[in-house]
């Protein structure tokens, strides 16, 4: 299908809701859809890679390069900073292809009004219940940061109206044919 202007999806959802497990099978579905690499002063995760899940900075980098004007958006989430950077949207976009930010909450709103014809798409768990199964069984998290990611979810759901289309992460192929339905729609419009 051709494409009469590349798309801005923006993916949100509290953390374990599943954004980079629907992002990943989405994109092995649709490998024209590009995906920026933000910024971020936390540690890598076991796997992580430097330049493919996040660029990895310290707080001295990441603070040099708010004043140098090099993000779209950047937020506090959690306890760690994270950002898009300019060189990234215009990287994907300078190729014509549509592209997905996959950012937190705050990031969105900021994306929503630089570029109004954005598509917010917020991810959502079945229940806070799940939630907290799900950031257990992915591993990656400590008491203190699966409590502090739960506080977050809740004030995160509360935003949810605020976005064009809301998908619940409950069956994950089910999910997932939802998103890819999503994006076709919105591509086509
Ligand atoms: P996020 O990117 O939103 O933080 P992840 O994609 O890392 O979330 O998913 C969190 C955990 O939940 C992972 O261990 C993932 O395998 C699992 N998961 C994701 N979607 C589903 C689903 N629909 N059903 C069951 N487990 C899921
Ligand atoms: P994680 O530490 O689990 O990778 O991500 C934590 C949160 O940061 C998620 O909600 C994720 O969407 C958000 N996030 C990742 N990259 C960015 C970004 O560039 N900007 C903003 N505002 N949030 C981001």
């Known amino acids: 299908m051709s494409l009469s202007e590349p798309k801005l999806f923006v993916i949100s959802g509290p953390s374990g809701a599943g954004k980079g497990t629907l992002v990943a099978r989405v994109r092995a579905q649709m490998p024209n859809l590009g995906l920026t690499v933000s910024a971020t002063t936390r540690e890598p995760r076991a796997g992580e890679m430097d330049g493919v899940n996040y660029y990895f900075l310290t707080d001295e980098e990441f603070t ?5 004007g090099d993000f779209v958006e950047w937020a506090q989430v959690h306890d760690h900073r994270y950002g898009t950077l300019a060189s990234e949207v215009e990287r994907n976009l300078s190729t014509g292809q ?12 900021a994306v929503k009004e630089r570029f109004p014809d954005a598509v917010l798409i917020f991810i959502e768990p079945p229940s806070l219940e799940v939630l907290r199964e799900r950031l257990i069984g992915r591993g990656s998290e400590t ?5 502090l990611r739960l506080h977050t ?6 935003l949810r109206d605020r976005y064009d289309e809301i998908v619940t992460n409950d069956d994950l192929d089910r999910a997932t044919d939802e998103l890819i339905s999503v994006l076709h729609r919105h591509e086509r419009s």
Do not use: C, H
């Open 64 to 68: 040099a390069r708010v004043e140098a």
């Open 98 to 109: 549509s592209l997905i930010l996959e950012i937190d909450v705050q990031g969105a709103l």
């Open 143 to 147: 008491p203190e940061s699966l409590e």
């Open 153 to 158: 979810a809740e004030s995160e759901m509360q």
